[in-house]
């Protein structure tokens, strides 16, 4: 008799998500797509186990080099979307790898409709030129709001950040609690007939229908990628309680001040952010192929808290996050910007064996396999500068040092430290000839 999801242990349960993964959502064109499609997410899923595949697997998170890689710009694809596919297209062909979802480009013209005020990007608010878009980063939630996210999370999404952070829905910050209009539905038809109301479900279905513009074109990436082989690698997102706060809420300036005069209103959210961003994230993943939970680290890095900081602000709630999702059979992959040292490193390494990746930017990667070559899958560490600045013999050189440090016992995947944009292409080129190379066990 089958066991039932409740009696599985964690890594039964994960084992039923790796079966769902390694078998394609969508039927391939051929049996030998179908095999190299396996083949190349056994060699992910021996990674992240820390068993030892054929060779090191590699990803490559190339962001907006996708678009310059075929000759267009960053503004190119973020307002058109037919030269998106091309673009994919071509860095697939070009690129070889053992995972690859749909190319990251938001859709500019739903960003603006809506008036999107937590971002710039190329021909809103930065110049047609620029290669990335920035975070504008801001106190979205007022230092005197603790109470009223903890008491009604929705209600203070739907009428306190939402409207500051999405022009469009500025209608929103005068209703009162959604809660008293339980059992009133004829309040709820009056607000309806407001003017700014009308006006707002106009400019979202405006919205709606250039997203559907858009998503199709990012449907037909993913299906270009299977087709291919390529295994999907996201399956859900979610950032660390701590992030949450300090990235979207408080802004840094805020988060640092409440660290200090009201540390208690923080820890206390961050508790209830933690058991939100559970249930969310088992959502995404129970809709997904992937198991692999994306995770961008920010504030809990060197340069931002020291240790002591880190152990009571921002570990435990992220490790009850991080334990949340895990045991439910996911996999979260932490993408930690910026550094860890030696004291951070050794406290991410209780957790228990082979259950999360550890992507590293600027990371001591000896080190990090040092401390974590017995705990947990690592991944990283070629960054942008050096795809920018060094030659394709220098950064060939470098991918050989890393695998020679990283793979021995299994547990490593060669992979970018962050995101790239107008690099030399003959760089990323010899990332990859390098895992070809020198990543055979």
């Known amino acids: 008799m089958e066991k039932q999801w409740s009696e599985m242990t964690w890594q039964e349960r994960r084992e039923e998500r790796f079966k769902k993964w390694l078998n394609p959502p969508a039927k391939l064109p051929n049996p030998a797509m179908e095999k190299l499609y396996k083949e190349r997410l056994t060699r992910m899923i021996k990674a992240i186990k820390m068993e030892i595949p054929d060779r090191v697997p590699m990803h490559l998170a190339a962001n907006s080099f996708v678009a310059y890689n075929n000759g267009y710009t960053l503004y190119d694809v ?35 409709i809506l008036d999107y005020k937590v971002n710039a990007w190329p021909g809103h608010g930065l110049p047609k030129t620029s290669t990335l878009p920035n975070f504008v980063e801001k106190e979205y939630m007022q230092a005197d709001e603790y109470d009223l996210l903890m008491k009604d999370p929705f209600n203070f999404s739907l009428r306190k950040f939402t409207p500051r952070t999405w022009g469009a829905f500025e209608p929103f910050t005068g209703v009162p609690s959604f809660s008293s209009y339980s059992g009133l539905p004829e309040r709820l038809m009056m607000m309806c007939q407001d003017p700014n109301f009308k006006k707002l479900f106009k400019t979202i279905m405006e919205a709606s229908d250039e997203n559907v513009k858009h998503q199709k074109v990012m449907m037909e ?34 988060v640092v001040k ?25 959502g995404m993943v129970n809709m997904a192929t992937s198991p692999i939970v994306f995770v961008p680290m920010h504030k809990g890095a060197d340069s931002f808290m020291s240790v002591p900081q880190f152990e009571k602000f921002y570990w435990p709630t992220f490790r009850k996050l991080i334990m ?25 390494s209780e957790l228990p064996k082979s259950c999360v990746i550890w992507t590293m930017e600027k990371t001591d990667m000896a080190l990090a396999k040092k401390i974590l070559g017995n705990s947990a899958c690592i991944a990283g560490n070629v960054t942008a500068a050096m795809l920018y600045t060094q030659t394709p013999q220098q950064i060939k050189e470098y991918s050989r040092k890393l695998i020679e440090t990283c793979a021995p016992g299994g547990g490593y995947i060669l992979a970018l430290g962050s995101g790239i944009d107008k690099c ?11 895992g070809l190379e020198y990543g055979k066990y």
Not at 221 to 246: I, N, W
Not at 258 to 281: G, H, V, W, Y
Not at 324 to 348: F, H, Q, T, W
């Open 424 to 434: 030399n292409p003959a760089n990323l080129h010899a990332v990859v000839e390098a």
């Open 324 to 348: 949340g999702v895990v045991n439910e059979g996911c996999v979260p992959m932490m993408i930690i910007d910026g550094s860890y040292n030696e004291a951070r490193l050794k406290i991410i």
């Open 221 to 254: 990436c993913a299906q270009e990628s299977l087709k291919r082989g390529f295994p999907p690698l996201m399956g859900g997102v979610m950032l660390a309680p701590f992030d949450t706060v300090a990235d979207m809420l408080r802004g840094t300036s805020g």
């Open 258 to 282: 409440d660290m200090f005069r009201q540390p208690q209103k923080l820890l206390e959210s961050l508790e209830i952010i933690a058991d939100n961003s559970i249930k969310s994230t088992v």
């Open 78 to 112: 973020l307002y058109d979307y037919s030269k998106i596919k091309p673009s994919w297209i071509k860095f697939l062909e070009e690129f070889e790898q053992d995972s690859a979802d749909a190319p990251g480009f938001f859709a500019a013209r739903v960003y603006e």
